[in-house]
């Protein structure tokens, strides 16, 4: 027989053994706003393996990766991929979120500082069991800043950005909203000034109020406050900086940001890969459809990048 056929063979037969060794688990943080609840994915309970916290992004996203809108299972298929290699993981919705919905505060009195401390209290709730070894914290998206901040923290042994922004959260509603009518960033600018002040604004104009609403205000006011390449430069552990060429949500100028901001940071470009971990087109429409196909592979370079990263020494 092909020696390349009897390598296929082998690793679809080993791939399929690690999967039957699997173990998932539901598992709850208590806080006291309410229990958040996550999924434990052990690669391999008879042995102590790695263990990779994955943090979601921004918005309504849940443990795995999906909303109420749109459904592509990104996270779920990295945690279960992680698994294929020898790696464990636990993801979470963030509070207000999937099962962990009634965990959440009002908006009025949410700020990015809780889910900075809830990742500290699972990399806590972790590192006490010991089942596992190194912990990584992963975060995609606005979760690599909250992951950033939240590895500061001396029990994380590995921090990984995928898809992280590297500017304020400001500066980057301001491109965003560059896009839109002049008058839109005419009207905008000042509100964002003002919030980056720290100070609230009375009346926001209709056609901005879902953005810039009272009850939203100071959320966008303890986020705005916190730099991504000041955050990072502030790690002591090794870190690994992940993107792709066809995110229409952040750029590559981001990544390369985070990565000059750091010496102790690597640094992985994935050609055509977009937000949501997939291959995709560049174009807007195209890219967006890839964020409704649960079935869509993730994009086949980043699994290796991840795990060469997670296992050196």
Not at 18 to 36: A, C, F, Y
Not at 127 to 146: P, Q
Not at 195 to 209: D, H, N, R, S
Not at 272 to 297: F, V
């Amino acid at each position: 027989m092909n020696k390349k056929i009897i390598l296929v063979l082998f690793i679809s037969i080993f791939s399929n053994v690690l999967i039957s060794q699997s173990k998932e688990e539901p598992i709850v943080l208590n806080t006291e706003t309410g229990d958040i609840h996550g999924t434990l994915l052990i690669s391999n309970p008879s042995r102590i393996t790695p263990i990779v916290l994955i943090i979601a992004g921004s918005g309504p996203t849940d443990r795995n990766g999906n909303n109420l809108m749109m459904a592509n299972n990104s996270l779920k298929m990295l945690a279960e991929s992680l698994a294929k290699n020898g790696i464990s993981s636990l993801r979470f919705d963030k509070r207000g979120i999937g099962e962990s919905k009634n965990s959440g505060a009002k908006e009025s009195d949410l700020r990015i500082e809780h889910y900075i401390n809830d990742v500290k209290q699972w990399c806590n709730f972790i590192k006490k069991d010991n089942r596992f070894g190194d912990l990584i914290v992963l975060g995609h998206s606005e979760g690599s800043l909250i992951g950033m901040v939240a590895s500061q923290e001396k029990q994380v042994d590995k921090f990984i950005s995928l898809a992280g922004t590297g500017f304020p959260a400001g500066d980057i509603l301001r491109k965003q909203l560059k896009d839109q009518s002049p008058l839109v960033l005419e009207m905008s600018a000042p509100i964002i000034e003002k919030l980056e002040k720290g100070e609230t604004v009375e009346k926001a104009p209709e056609m901005l109020y879902a953005l810039f609403r009272p009850s939203v205000q100071p959320y966008l006011i303890s986020w705005f406050k916190y730099n991504p390449q000041l955050e990072i430069a502030k790690l002591n552990i090794p870190i690994l900086i992940v993107q792709g060429t066809t995110d229409i949500q952040v750029n590559v100028e981001d990544a390369e940001k985070l990565f000059e901001s750091n010496q102790k940071a690597k640094k992985v470009i994935i050609e055509n890969m977009n937000h949501i971990l997939k291959e995709s087109e560049a174009e807007r429409t195209k890219n967006i459809q890839t964020y409704s196909n649960p079935k869509l592979a993730l994009k086949e370079e980043l699994i290796p990048a991840l795990v060469n990263f997670i296992n050196e020494h």
